[in-house]
């Protein structure tokens, strides 16, 4: 089993629980749609059919941000995350999968301002349960070419070293940082 492979069954097996929801809901950027792919197989496995995917692309963001003013941002369906309420009243799990993006320090700042407002107004359920603690929530560090290559300067296996570098700059691979598997242990009373 190579490195990805295990974080991938750690992810599965270690941090999401699947006794209590059949759902799962993951946020992903675009870098790591293939990590996000296997995460679903995995899934698929052990009989987790219902997976809503929703993919952070900085790229599109900022051409859109680009194209529309500030008002028509509150309105624009781009922003609307309302779909992440339906999987926190369903207690799904969320699997965040974050990585480092260069591209966001592009973005006019304003407009990504009022971007992330609408985005967590729209999806003020969510928001509410994970503040209560009654969402199962998380958070995997995932590298990405751009960033290996800024750490490495196009060396020979950059990405896998910066997966190591991620991982294994842990204690060991059940502490991991990078694999924030301390979810939220309240769960709705229902």
């Known amino acids: 089993m190579n490195l990805e492979e295990k974080h991938i069954d750690y992810l599965i097996k270690k941090c999401l629980s699947f006794n209590d929801s059949k759902y799962l809901f993951i946020s992903y950027n675009y870098l790591n749609i293939n990590f996000a792919k296997k995460i679903i197989l995995k899934a698929n496995e052990l009989g987790i059919t219902d997976i809503y995917l929703d993919e952070e692309n900085y790229k599109k963001d900022s051409e859109l941000l680009e194209k529309i003013n500030l008002n028509q941002i509150e309105k624009h369906d781009h922003f609307n995350k309302s779909i992440w309420n339906k999987y926190a009243l369903l207690n799904a799990n969320f699997l965040i ?91 709705k009373n229902n």
């Open 97 to 187: 999968l974050n990585t480092c993006n260069f591209n966001l320090f592009d973005l006019d700042k304003e407009k990504l301002e009022k971007a992330n407002e609408v985005i967590l107004k729209t999806r003020y359920i969510y928001e509410e349960l994970l503040k209560n603690g009654e969402i199962k929530v998380v958070s995997a560090l995932l590298p990405n070419e751009e960033w290996a290559n800024r750490v490495f300067c196009n060396n020979e296996n950059q990405y896998q070293r910066l997966y190591q570098l991620l991982l294994f700059g842990c204690n060991s691979f059940e502490e991991e940082l990078i694999t924030n598997c301390t979810y939220q242990k309240k769960y």
